[in-house]
């Protein structure tokens, strides 16, 4: 059976930069206006077996770096453990200014929070650095 996708959405009004396991997630993901409704964009992952992935797909161990503009940077250690969030099925991930919450899409009434650990503007650009985005 094919591994199903992680489907994340910024929450907030601030486009933000994410990083995934030191890997560009995804450079620019503009936030909610009352334009669209207050609508998140969907975007998307794939999930991936290994325990920890090399790459930006999302394994069972992944570090989520959110670098909010202008200024604010969050990581998070998220675990998608397989038991609760089969591999095969599709999960979304809600990020919101200091925390995310992990959903299950299959309509079992279940939900992980995370809560970030706050990162110095010197750290976040470090990150941002070596994952190869300007900061």
């Given at each position: 059976m094919a591994a199903g996708n992680v489907y994340y959405?910024?929450?907030?009004?601030?486009t933000m930069t994410l990083l995934n396991n030191n890997h560009i997630l995804n450079a620019k993901?503009?936030?909610?206006?009352?334009?669209s409704g207050y609508a998140?964009?969907?975007n998307s992952e794939k999930r991936a077996a290994a325990t920890k992935?090399?790459?930006?797909?999302?394994?069972?161990?992944?570090?989520?770096?959110v670098s909010l503009s202008p200024g604010g940077s969050q990581?998070?250690?998220?675990?998608?453990?397989?038991?609760?969030?089969?591999l095969e099925e599709d999960v979304e991930l809600y990020i919101f200014y200091?925390?995310?919450?992990?959903?299950s899409s299959t309509g079992k009434a279940h939900s992980t929070v995370y809560t970030g650990a706050k990162l110095s503007d010197?750290?976040?650009e470090e990150l941002l650095e070596q994952a190869g985005v300007d900061a």
């Open positions: 959405f910024n929450a907030t009004p601030r993901v503009d936030g909610v206006q009352q334009t998140p964009s969907s992935s090399e790459e930006t797909t999302f394994g069972q161990e992944n570090t989520l770096v990581k998070y250690e998220i675990e998608i453990d397989p038991n609760e969030y089969p200091n925390q995310v919450v992990l959903v010197s750290e976040a």
